[in-house]
């Protein structure tokens, strides 16, 4: 079935990458090493470029049948996992070849996904401010907590009433970590609003300083 040439549609591994199927790509990937090889480099040189692009060709096109992702970074990132997976179990040689456009499969990528990109840096953009507003809330609260002590400073000695007491350290605790989290919130927000939003930055980079 493996070898099966269907029509206008290429075999079945290209079929599988071209619509995002990752449970089938993975079934093949179990197969002998050598089959999934020689099933990943079939090219141009027994069909048409055209009707049956190179495999790191397919994988590089946008798949918009495919059901999206909740926020485009996200969608972004998947599409950036999917093309480095498929890149990494093609032949190295077809990350420079071309297609009759002269394209390399990363620059059908970048093309494919021009729209996406700017989509996802939007997103991130919007995501962030909105975050930080909260975060500058949170900290603000925070920090005014931490300069009016609940219940006062003694005033011979200057320190807390309740210091010695359990509840107020358990408060004083808790007021550090909501300071210094909404701190770390807020840095981490501005170093999303003043990234580059390059396509690679979306596999790692990017999701990972929404996500802390």
């Given at each position: 079935m493996v070898w099966n040439h269907m029509p206008n549609g290429g075999y079945v591994t290209?079929?599988?990458?071209?619509?995002?199927?990752?449970?089938?790509?993975?079934?093949?990937?179990?197969?002998?090493?050598?089959?999934?090889?020689?099933?990943?480099?079939?090219?141009?040189?027994?069909?048409t470029f055209q009707n049956y692009p190179e495999t790191s060709h397919l994988v590089a096109r946008f798949a918009s049948q495919v059901e999206s992702i909740p926020g485009s970074a996200?969608?972004?990132?998947?599409?950036?996992?999917?093309?480095?997976?498929?890149?990494?179990?093609?032949?190295?040689?077809?990350?420079?070849?071309?297609?009759?456009?002269?394209?390399?499969?990363?620059?059908?990528?970048?093309?494919?996904?021009?729209?996406?990109?700017?989509?996802?840096?939007?997103?991130?953009?919007?995501?962030?401010?909105?975050?930080?507003?909260?975060?500058?809330?949170?900290?603000?609260?925070?920090?005014?907590?931490?300069?009016?002590v609940p219940g006062g400073n003694n005033q011979d000695k200057g320190i807390p009433i309740f210091l010695s007491d359990t509840t107020f350290m358990v408060f004083a605790v808790s007021d550090a970590l909501a300071l210094f989290s909404s701190m770390t919130s807020l840095l981490m927000f501005l170093a999303i609003l003043n990234a580059r939003f390059a396509e690679e930055d979306f596999v790692m980079a990017l999701p990972e300083k929404l996500i802390i």
């Open positions: 290209q079929i599988a990458i071209e619509n995002r199927q990752e449970k089938v790509f993975s079934f093949l990937c179990k197969m002998p090493t050598i089959s999934i090889m020689q099933v990943m480099q079939v090219t141009s040189s027994t069909t996200f969608q972004m990132q998947r599409e950036l996992q999917w093309f480095k997976e498929v890149e990494k179990l093609d032949h190295p040689l077809h990350k420079e070849v071309k297609n009759q456009d002269g394209k390399t499969p990363w620059q059908v990528f970048k093309e494919e996904h021009k729209a996406l990109l700017e989509e996802g840096k939007n997103w991130m953009k919007d995501t962030s401010n909105s975050c930080m507003l909260v975060a500058t809330l949170i900290a603000t609260i925070a920090f005014a907590a931490a300069i009016t």
